[in-house]
């Protein structure tokens, strides 16, 4: 860099800002706004999984006191636009979706029909009294059944449940296959999750009158995007994003669930411009669970050939995934298949890859981009198969990874199916993590039967690649053209030295206002308080992509770095102008310019801003324009790859099937850590939510169709005493590709927690020859997994 | 019967005189008829926490209570806690362990922390875990929720104070 | 989530309450601690037209021996009892069993008669109760009677309460010098409901023979279950490592447990017999 800073806020322990108004309980989130003549939307919901409605009344619940309207499907259509999902990729079909259903339901959950009144309370005293005629149809709803049309078919103008498939293979595959001399097969099986972030989502409405500007609150982690589907798809004629204005409150967790657009708030935008009042939507529990979307209900069978070193040959796998009744805008329900076969090969040197992979339709609700995606399901597969390389050869599982893992010094390394990994550290994060577990002492323990209290212990590794920043053309390799891909941030001192700067990025609780102050404070030389970061306004600065799959820091932070040091270099100038000195002679440091080598020379950031924005007695440098900001967008390459080891020991109890997590430590890289305290803060609720995958956590549909945990008494979250104690060690291997060096670290928890517990129950359970496979690993499948095993070991096998 | 009942209810030590449908949930009375947003709805069945405020000095799910059931009760919230009810510790704590993220859960774990250091001001970590299993996080992980809370009782020993309860 | 509309009366006396479900009926619910009746309220899955608040009625809380006898009153919230000296002392059974009921903030408003009139097939009380073979004092604005917790456990959430009665108290019999207890439950996460859950109540004598055995289960059944194989098992024998097992078997086998989306009923039969086993261990164990 041609100018030097003052290194410290990057790799500090910074407290957060954030933090006084939560304490206090004075964050306002979307379900706090408050609008005088604020009407409220109650949507009436199909209680089938697939019906024609064949009739529709709403005579009764208009009447209700309190209600100003009841809109159906058919009302609404003639106010917002279907949505459709665009995704490129030949055999990539969707349905179009009717942001109310009109004709015929496809989901438990679906709106058929939506009250607005006065109040919630009145809103849904009205919904009880619209009368719908349902003709119930057949439900599909399992992913492999759905395969086969004849077990019903949710789009029939599509023909068949196959909304998308991808193929992939190496050069003479079939051969390198062949060449293996152990063949491995499995079938692992990851049962439906959701995100569920603690506030359900909401928005709300409000038109100005006179201009007819709309404000759009919402509880979302994309508002430009959002911005654009409200000017796409509600019809309002003259309704163009300039009318649009999207801000997001404080955001009570998003995990994904609210990176995409649903319909209900577009109805809202459009219930508020047809009814010149301020309209809110707040979702209550049961909503968030059947209507957010869900994730990771997927098959994935997978053969590997391998050596008798326990090194990979080949592998080959098929998955499913299911899409749920419809794909979800901006993503489409191309995500999960295409990331899942793409991330498998992770950190492993593999050369003869072959996939097929699929997203199916059924008459459940739809799937969507839920933290880690498909990461964590395709590294229970693959990481799954390490460990029965292990098992199969007698070779220490740590040991068979060390065999595989892409080593330092083959660094860059561009994986089988085309994805760079710049840096990385592979070997260094399993040793590390090795060695911190004390995975020596506990196989010695393990070896001889200690402690005996008759339970069954096991460790697990998971070592595991992580996609993060991806950029435009990690998009549209996955066919993704709504996703921009860039973020941006407009960065500018203000005429009185503060710094602000506009992001396109859009937090949700991960301390984006105090990481980024960090990083600015660093890269132009200000103390980190003078620095002021804003979010969530459409209004406020340019276009991005917001936040979400691991990408705030690489492109909003490389959107910084960028716009930093063309910002500098200006400040640099004036400083110069000022100081008579050139500009490559000034040096910042906690606010105050200075001429290198002369420190009487100085001059305040206060006195440069002054200058650019003409309120000092002396003009401008020559050719130089008023202002003193700079706006960068930022586009990373491809994707940026972080890394980590997970190792879990677990202590299973053979007489009532629970899973106690007696060590669990993480060895994460990041590229370069702004604040460790958040980075470990991701780290440690992405465990939580991997433990929650696999060992709580189901969404379970009958075979109606019929959403059997739609409450918090069912679904089953983590608590306190879910979570055990974590080590979290740190190694940084700066990004050579990205801007500023950063990788993201959102999703690594959970990406690492579902392989390791699964792998740590099966090394448990596997002397007794039990064949650990799928999550949730509740009591009751525990104990069938180990019975199972008896049963087989007494037949003889 | 009447379509509203009179109450009147003390919060974070203001009384309130209002007129309620029986139905309204203290939860919503709170924060809609009294503007006091800080507390939080998460799920609307007592289990996540969110709400949970303290009724006569004894923790509750506001969003299992009418406001009508509560009249002459005296309520705080996380807003009466921040405001001089809660000794600066338990705050501090929170902040200086990351024990937070996106804020939603917040204020009810502030309320039964708030609750099981006046009752228990050594808790061992197996008491602070069993104390907080009915509020949930999302976001953290609860492994710094529980370092700020131990943090908290230890400094409230070392300062001679102790949280009331009101 | 929003109640559906209801009136609202607050009695100040226990004689108004009655006079109130005797003319109000099957239109009413009784409003004690909320803890499971008003979620069900909020999810509109109950909807009384008239909703009878005890929270103004006095001397329904009360704990107090009298005799044999440990006698709560209706509104006593879980917290008191769990608190309560007396119930320490004198029903240790209920001691263990409270503090698995949910969390402490839903334990400071949720009752004791609440939670036996909501009658879950997975709660802890009514195990409690049915082991003890404590007596449930209803009352109507006809009178008292008296009930027998196998008379008082009718189904699935639902009690031989006619809509015009309430329970008034129950009475538990006082631990003596020889009786032995035991809670147990298993539960996906602590204070969920339970999978399965075990009370025991024994009566051992100076020679280790069990005189008397009592062994409800909750979490297998419409109500809490008698082991009475499992009890006959354990009666007028010296316990030792092959009789609790012989027992824990028995239980096993004679119970007729539901799967559900939480346990497979052929799971629920293993974990009885585990929870049998560890309760009656337990029980022996010396705590009283």
Redesign the interface.
């Known amino acids: 860099m041609a100018h030097e800073t003052t290194r410290g806020w990057v790799g500090r322990r910074a ?2 800002i ?12 979307a ?2 706004l ?1 609008l005088a003549g604020l009407l409220h939307l109650t949507f009436v919901r199909s209680p089938h999984a697939h019906a024609r409605i064949r009739a529709i009344r709403t005579e009764r619940a208009a009447a209700v006191r309190g209600v100003v309207a009841v809109f159906t499907g058919h009302d609404l259509a003639a106010r917002c636009k279907p949505i459709y999902v665009d995704v490129i990729f030949p055999s990539y079909k969707a349905p179009s979706r009717p942001v109310v259903a009109v004709d015929v339901v496809k989901f438990v959950g679906e709106a058929v029909a939506v009250v607005v009144a006065e109040s ?2 009145v809103g ?2 009205a919904a ?1 009294l619209v009368e719908v005629d349902y003709e119930p149809l057949r439900a599909v709803v399992d992913v492999e059944a759905a395969l086969d049309p004849a077990a019903g078919v949710v789009h029939p103008d599509l023909g068949d449940n196959v909304l998308f498939k991808g193929k992939f293979a190496t050069d003479k595959f079939d051969a390198a296959f062949a060449s293996g001399d152990l063949v491995l097969r499995e079938r692992f099986r990851s049962t439906r999750v959701a995100g ?5 989502r909401g928005c709300v409405a409000a038109v100005e009158p006179g201009r007819g500007t709309l404000t759009f609150w919402s509880s979302t982690q994309i508002p430009h995007m959002l911005r654009t589907a409200i000017a796409d798809l509600v019809n309002v004629p003259g309704l163009s994003e300039a009318k649009i204005r999207v801000i997001t409150p ?4 998003g ?1 994904g669930t609210k990176a995409h657009v649903y319909p209900e708030e577009l109805v809202t935008a459009a219930l508020a411009l047809e009814l010149g009042r301020p309209v809110k939507y707040t979702q ?3 909503e968030e669970l059947l209507t957010d979307i869900h994730a990771r209900d997927h098959i994935y069978d997978v053969d590997v050939a391998v050596g008798r070193d326990g090194v990979l040959k080949a592998v080959r796998t098929r998955i499913l995934t299911n899409a749920g009744a419809f794909p979800s805008l901006p993503f489409g329900c191309t995500l999960e298949p295409t990331g899942g076969a793409r991330m498998l090969p992770g950190p492993y040197r593999l050369r003869n890859y072959a996939y097929e992979t699929y997203a199916i339709a059924t008459n459940t609700g739809p799937s969507g981009a839920y933290r880690g995606v498909a990461q964590p399901t395709c590294f229970m597969a693959i990481e799954g198969m390490m460990d029965r390389i292990g098992r199969a050869l007698g070779i220490d599982p740590a040991e068979v990874r060390l065999r595989n893992l892409v080593q330092p010094e083959e660094m860059p390394y561009v994986n089988v199916v085309g994805v760079r990994y710049d840096t990385g550290s592979y070997v260094a994060a399993l040793r590390r993590a090795l060695e911190l577990v004390d995975y020596e002492g506990f196989r010695t323990q393990q070896a001889s039967g200690q402690p005996r209290d008759g339970k069954y212990r096991g460790i697990g590794i998971a070592c595991f690649t992580e996609v993060s920043g991806t950029g435009a053309p990690g998009f549209r390799a996955r066919g993704l053209k709504r996703i921009p891909g860039f973020d941006s941030a407009l960065l500018k001192v203000e005429p009185t030295g503060a710094v602000t700067c506009v992001l396109s990025t859009a937090g ?4 984006h206002e105090t990481t980024f102050a960090q990083l600015i404070a660093d890269e132009l030389g200000v103390p980190m308080d003078v620095v002021t970061i804003l979010e969530g306004d459409t209004t406020g600065g340019p276009y991005g992509s917001g936040t979400f799959a691991s990408r705030s820091v690489v492109t909003g932070g490389g959107a910084i770095v960028r716009a930093g040091a063309k910002l500098k270099a200006k400040m640099a100038r004036i400083a110069g102008h000022l100081l008579e000195a050139s500009a490559p002679d000034i040096v910042f440091e906690n606010g105050l310019a200075f001429v290198r080598g002369m420190p009487g020379a100085k001059v305040t950031l206060r006195e440069i801003a002054e200058n650019a924005y003409s309120m000092s007695s002396k003009g401008l440098p020559p050719d130089e324009d008023y202002g003193l900001e700079a706006t960068d967008y930022y586009d990373p390459p491809l994707v940026t790859m972080a890394n980590a080891t997970h190792i879990a020991a677990v202590a299973v109890d053979p ?4 899973i106690e997590i007696e060590r669990y430590v993480v060895v994460h890289d990041c590229g370069r850590v702004i604040n460790p ?2 980075v ?2 991701q ?7 991997g433990i929650g995958q696999a060992v ?1 956590e ?1 969404m ?1 549909y009958d075979a109606d169709g019929q959403c ?2 739609a ?4 679904y ?8 055990p ?2 080590i979290v060690d740190h190694i940084e291997s700066p990004s050579i590709d990205a801007a500023g060096g950063f990788k993201g670290v959102g999703e690594g ?1 959970v990406i690492g927690a579902v392989p390791a517990l699964t792998n740590a129950v099966a090394d448990a359970l596997a002397a007794l020859g039990a064949n650990v496979n799928s999550t949730p690993l ?3 499948r525990v ?2 997994f180990i019975e199972s095993a008896a049963q087989s070991r007494s037949a003889g096998r | 019967m009447a379509d509203e009942i009179a109450i009147r209810i003390t919060v974070n030590g203001t009384v309130h005189e209002r007129k309620v ?1 029986p ?2 949930l203290l939860a919503d009375f709170l ?2 008829e009294l ?11 007592g ?2 926490g ?1 709400c949970t405020v303290l009724v006569d000095g004894a923790s509750a799910r506001s969003c299992l209570l009418f406001a009508a059931q509560v009249d002459g009760a005296r309520i705080t ?3 009466g806690l ?1 405001r001089g009810g809660a000794p600066q510790p338990i ?1 501090d704590a ?3 362990h ?1 024990a ?8 009810g774990f ?1 309320v039964a922390v708030h609750e099981l250091l006046a009752d228990n001001p050594e808790p061992t970590e197996a008491e ?3 104390a ?15 370092a700020a809370v131990l943090d908290a009782a230890s400094r409230l020993r070392a300062s001679g104070q102790r949280p009331a309860l009101r | ?5 209801f009136d609202y009366v607050a009695p100040r006396t226990l004689d108004e309450v009655l006079a109130r479900l005797a003319e109000f009926g099957d239109d009413a619910k009784l409003l004690a601690g909320g803890q499971s009746l008003v979620p069900a309220m909020n ?2 899955l109950a909807r009384p037209k008239v909703l009878i608040d005890l929270g103004r009625v006095p001397d329904v809380d009360d704990i107090r021996a009298d005799n044999g006898t440990l006698v709560l009153g209706a509104l006593v919230r879980q917290r008191a009892a769990e608190r309560s000296e007396l119930v320490h002392r004198e029903t240790p059974l209920l001691a263990q069993a409270l503090p698995f009921i949910g969390h402490p903030t839903i334990r400071n408003r949720g009752t004791v008669g609440g939670s036996l009139a909501h009658a879950d097939p997975a709660a802890e009380l009514p195990a409690v109760v049915a082991a003890l073979d404590g007596d449930l004092v209803v009352a109507s604005a006809k009178g008292r009677r008296v009930v027998k917790p196998s008379a008082f456990f009718a189904s699935y959430l639902t009690t031989t309460l006619e809509p015009h009665e309430m329970l008034l108290e129950v009475r538990l019999p006082r631990a003596t010098a020889t009786s032995r207890f035991a809670f147990v439950e ?1 539960s ?5 409901f339970a ?1 399965v859950g075990v009370a025991v109540a024994l009566d051992v004598d100076a020679t280790n023979v069990c005189r008397a055995a009592r062994v409800a289960l909750v979490g297998v059944g419409p109500g809490p279950v008698h082991a009475t194989q499992a009890e006959r098992s354990l009666a007028g024998r010296a316990v030792s490592d092959p009789v609790i097992r012989e027992a824990a078997e028995s239980a096993s086998k004679e119970i007729d447990p539901q799967t559900d ?4 009923s ?2 629920r039969r ?2 009885a017999a ?2 049998v086993e560890d309760a009656v261990r337990q029980a022996l164990g010396g705590k009283h």
């Open positions: 407290l957060r954030e933090d006084d108004k939560l304490l206090k309980g004075r964050g306002i989130f379900d706090d408050h919630r309370y849904e005293d009880d569920v972030p603690l506030e359900p404080e955001v009570g967790g995990f209550d529990r049961r949700a609780g991960q301390g007489r009532k099937g629970g305290m958040i470990e803060g780290i440690h609720g992405g465990c939580a939510q709580l189901a379970v059997r945990t409450s918090f008494m069912d089953l979250l983590p608590t306190i005493k879910d979570v104690a974590m928890g509740t009591p009751d104990l069938a | 449908e139905r309204l924060r809609h503007g006091l947003t800080g507390t939080h709805l998460g799920c609307e069945h289990v996540c969110a919230t996380v807003e921040a705050h929170f902040h200086e990351h937070l993220q996106c804020g939603y859960c917040t204020p502030l602070v875990r069993d907080l299993s009915g509020n949930l996080c999302r976001c953290t992980g609860y492994v710094n929720i529980l | 989530m929003k109640p559906a509309r999810m509109r298993f996906r996460r602590h204070g969920d999978l989306i939480h346990a497979t052929h799971y293993r974990l585990a929870l």
